[in-house]
């Protein structure tokens, strides 16, 4: 997993080699997260979980978020 605050950019890698990216703004408790509390994260079987923030994030959630994204027209 990784961030980048000034791109808004939040990135998840899966085991598959999958990359989901979302943007940090739409989860506002952890956009208002420091970087000490954003590092300080557990992975689970079900997505990611920050005990200090007390904040989960489900990896169907990002899935599914990931499928609903439009497509980008090329021309």
Same mark, same amino acid.
Request: proline share 7%.
């Given at each position: 997993?990784?961030?980048?605050?000034?791109?808004? /950019?939040f990135?998840?890698? *899966? +085991?598959?080699?999958?990359?989901?990216?979302?943007? &940090?703004?739409?989860?506002?408790? #952890?956009?208002?997260?420091?970087?000490?509390? /954003?590092?300080?994260?557990i *992975? +689970?079987?079900?997505g990611?979980?920050?005990?200090? &923030?007390d904040a989960?994030?489900? #990896?169907?959630?990002l899935?599914?978020?990931?499928?609903?994204?439009?497509?980008?027209?090329v021309?």
């Amino acid at each position: 997993m990784l961030w980048v605050r000034e791109l808004d /950019l939040f990135l998840f890698v *899966l +085991t598959n080699r999958r990359i989901i990216s979302q943007p &940090l703004s739409i989860y506002p408790v #952890l956009q208002v997260a420091s970087d000490e509390q /954003l590092t300080d994260y557990i *992975l +689970t079987t079900s997505g990611v979980h920050w005990p200090s &923030l007390d904040a989960d994030l489900s #990896l169907r959630g990002l899935l599914i978020q990931e499928a609903v994204k439009p497509t980008p027209i090329v021309s």
